[in-house]
């Protein structure tokens, strides 16, 4: 089984959040299911990481056993615009009352959704609501 990791786990560890023990604890069961990996919109968000530099970032992947996934498929992409189009549609319709979201978001969920099989993040929230069929650990 592959699990895809969301940018905010790597923020909760670097930042020591209350949540590291048990993230510490679902990426075990990740490790001990199969692969491990990250879509290239999650690599370039940890590049922006406060102090984290291009080799810092590639060192704790390789040292952790984290792949990036650079191949993500036409039908990634256009189910991340798909979701990004029902959500901003959703938004405009409710007059901007929920939370403003990016294409990010969305490349993350569907490169989950498609080329792995489930999805490890702390903002399970947007993806319930986005990508409802989306397997969350």
Known sequence: MRTALDTNVFSAIWSDESS???????????RADGAILICPAVFSELLAYPGATLGY???MLEATGVSIDYALHENV??????????HAA???KAKGDSPRRILTDFLIGAHALIQSERLLTLDPGIYRRNFPELKLL
């Open 20 to 30: 590291v023990p048990a993230l510490l604890r679902k990426l075990d069961i990740a």
């Open 57 to 59: 970032v590639r060192a």
């Open 77 to 86: 992409w256009v189910e991340a615009g798909n979701r990004y189009a029902l």
């Open 90 to 92: 959703r938004r405009r």
